[in-house]
């Protein structure tokens, strides 16, 4: 490699991290992570305080603007929000376009990416006022885009926002109510269902949050790099490990199968993983994990599930795991999403849509980074460097010769 760079005289320093190992990206004020400690703060607040003390959108305004809202802010916050809330009514079209079986994820990459067209008066991302005003309307949107294609899924007529509820209460509404009768809200699963959301929306430079920095850095419009975030979180490695944690949970079904399941995922050859276990910062465990294990509980309990075998078949996956060396010595811990599929199961949820709840938490965590990066006076275009590993310079042979 050091040959091939000679010969091509390349020149300056730049450093080889495949994976951002150990390069930080960016500066940013939003989100903090101590892995070694289990720590997760957005703007200096706990995790743990919030999860309690918060709703969802106090924890939105809060990653927007930098402070927790006053009474009146968050009133008058969650009031624009919740004017928003509204897709035009040409976006049935788009949902009408797909077929019945896409998947959510493939559905939300083409819808969010679409808003741009409808919203010309707010893509100068040069104009703060326009940059909010965008925000807003994502955050406000995604609900009403996640359980549109959610309905459209299953054959039934898309349900209207109804502004009088909050913002949990109000998708869970779109997405199982219909539109002929009262939808009767449960505070236990609505609060479980903010409390996904507080827990997933934001993560410092993840894969997904880079990927709208890296796309947001060229000046493109805030519709398109949220677009392109969830094209990332798609991925099995990221967001999507939610859904096959789950999957995995089902394939594993009971308690007797787990020593071989394990067996399997030691064995590298196999390509099995214990998914919803590790993760690339916490080395110690993952604070939301255990906040996700306290809601899984309240959920089952309120359901009446206490004794859900896929709840009991995850404590035991996790007591046996967290007692072998090969776990331990990996510092390999349950992430976020090794319980919350089994309460997004429990709120009737069905597996497909894991990641788009995700991307609906996630899309504040987005946009506050993107609006911080656009902010920042000294903010470049994102042009990572590589180191050429292939052919050197040779001459074309005329096709007879090749
Ligand atoms: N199951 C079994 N072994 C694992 C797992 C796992 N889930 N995760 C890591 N390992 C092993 C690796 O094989 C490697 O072993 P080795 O040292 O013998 O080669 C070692 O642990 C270190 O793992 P890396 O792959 O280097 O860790 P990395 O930081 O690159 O990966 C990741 C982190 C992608 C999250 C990984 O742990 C993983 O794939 N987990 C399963 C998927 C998952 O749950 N993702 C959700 C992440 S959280 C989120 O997005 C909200």
Redesign the pocket.
Known sequence: VLDIRKLYGQSGKFTYDP?FMSTASCQSAITYIDGDKGELLYRGYPIEQLAVQCDFLETCYLLLNGELPNKQQKDTFTNTVTRHTMVHEQMQFFFRGFRRDAHPMSVLVGTVGALASFYHDSLDINDPAQREISAIRLIAKMPTLVAMAYKYSIGQPFVYPRNDLSYSANFMRMMFGNPCEEYKVNDVLVRALDRILIL?AD?EQ?ASTSTVRLAGSSGANPFACIAAGIACLWG????G??E??LNMLKEIGTPENIPDFIAK?KD?NSGV????????VYKNF?PRAKLMRETCYEVLNELGLQNDPLFALAMQLEKIALEDD??VS?K?YP????YSGIVQSALGIPVSLFTGI?AMARTIGWIAQWNEMIADPEQKIGRPRQLYIGAPRRDVPSIDKR
Do not use: E, I, S, T
Not at 335 to 338: E, I, L, Q
């Open positions: 994976g997933h993560h993840n099995p490695a990221h967001g490990a939610n096959a944690a995922v590298k993983k214990l998914m919803g276990f590790g993760h690339r993952d090969y776990f990996r390999l992430n976020v999403d090794f995700f």
